[in-house]
């Protein structure tokens, strides 16, 4: 029997700013899940990460299921109107849309799905991201599915030998999805030719090729700023990852964001700063609401988990928030100067660019 894992997280208020969601509005999505989940979910784990409250489900219903997508919709929705009678900052910003239509893709929520066969020691990773943006995860993902440097198992395991087939979607194609598939390790450099510009090229998905129909990874590539037509927040992506065996071990997985790589996001998304791993529901930062992954480790089996390993809550990574915190004070040092400040076409505000419109008038060419 096959099982689906669906994780589907929205902002929907935070305490104080973009902070948190307050213990009142987490509490009622929790139960609202609890409560109206219980015939369809195999089981379920409610969480935050920053602003951003996630719903993972497990379910015999596959990807896009109308009724899975509107349980977690209507527990926001239910989580919203707390939000708002305790007027929390940016109370329900997520759900751009006021009517449900069948699924939560194009409404705000970020969603990633995964079906499977459920293997007999089913291994997975759970990564959840605040203040930045779905191609924040091109390069750990690269360095985990295609550099034997960093994912030894490339070359240790004949499996992960045969290389993995990469499906990569243009975000900023808005008449649906555009997706390109790109075999490793022969197409290697294509792969980094488009992962290079995480703006625009995001990973959605990646399968084995010894075992083609075998998914390893799937990733939200929600733009909220394409839904909107307006800047309504960092889109504050999240990963489901099949790990172990056949794929790339649990540690080649997380190894990768030992990098604390610069990513666009941070204060009023329009900053370089680099991703913080921190541990399991975490409140967004204060220094400039620096971006931030979690991550957890399960074990699934019929559909249900077991309890889960907070994966960056251990020493090491005490060490990896030090060097995050000195990336970020280094290039927080230069301001508004670019790279720190994002290029114009990425600026979430308004402010510069209509400056810049101005001043274009009072330029004279000089001859
Ligand atoms: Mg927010
Ligand atoms: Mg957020």
């Excluded at 759900?95 to 699924?103: A, Q, R, T, V």
């Excluded at 997706?179 to 998905?205: G, Q, S």
């Excluded at 994966?311 to 005490?318: C, K, M």
Aim: aromatic fraction near 10%; charged fraction near 25%; charge should be neutral.
């Amino acid at each position: 029997m096959k099982v689906t894992l669906s994780l589907i997280k929205a902002d929907i208020g935070g305490v104080g700013g973009h902070t948190r969601p307050s213990k009142k509005v987490f509490q009622e999505v929790k139960d609202f899940i609890e409560k109206n989940g219980k015939k369809l979910l195999l089981d379920h784990l409610v969480f935050y990460t920053g602003d951003d409250i996630s719903i993972l489900m497990s379910h015999r219903e596959g990807v896009s299921d109308k009724k899975i997508h509107q349980l977690a919709w209507e527990a926001f929705k239910a989580g919203t109107e707390v939000a708002k009678k305790q007027g929390l900052y940016g109370a329900g910003q997520d759900l751009l849309k006021d009517s449900f239509s069948g699924n939560v893709k194009g409404l705000g929520p970020a969603v990633a799905e995964i079906e499977f066969e459920e293997r007999v020691n089913e291994a997975v990773l759970v990564f959840t991201m605040d203040k930045t943006e779905p191609g924040a995860f091109n390069l750990p993902f690269y360095l985990a599915f295609t550099d034997p440097l960093w994912s030894p198992g490339l070359i240790l395991s004949p499996d992960l030998g045969k290389g993995f087939t990469f499906e990569v979607v243009d975000t900023e194609y808005l008449s649906g999805t555009k997706v390109i598939k790109l075999n490793t390790p022969e197409d290697l450099y294509d792969l980094a030719c488009l992962l290079r510009e995480t703006r625009r090229y995001v990973i959605k998905a990646i399968y084995s090729r010894a075992y083609p129909k075998e998914q390893v990874v799937s990733t939200s590539i929600t733009r909220l700023k394409h839904i909107a037509g307006r800047y309504v927040g960092k889109d504050d992506p999240v990963a489901i990852v099949r790990a172990q065996k056949i794929f790339p071990a649990t540690e080649e997985i997380g190894g990768a964001f030992r990098l604390a790589h610069y990513v666009g996001g941070d204060t009023r998304g329009s900053h370089n700063q680099p991703l913080m791993p921190v541990k399991f529901n975490s409140p967004a930062s204060v220094h400039y609401c620096i971006p931030i992954v979690q991550g957890i480790a399960l074990s699934v089996h019929e559909g249900k988990f077991s309890d889960f390993v907070d994966v960056f809550d251990e020493p090491f990574w005490d060490y990896v928030r030090e060097k995050a915190s000195l990336k970020s004070i280094l290039m927080r040092e230069q301001g508004f100067i670019e790279p720190s400040m994002l290029p114009r076409e990425e600026l979430e505000y308004g402010g510069i660019v209509e400056r810049l419109k101005n001043l274009e008038k009072k330029f004279k060419i000089e001859k």
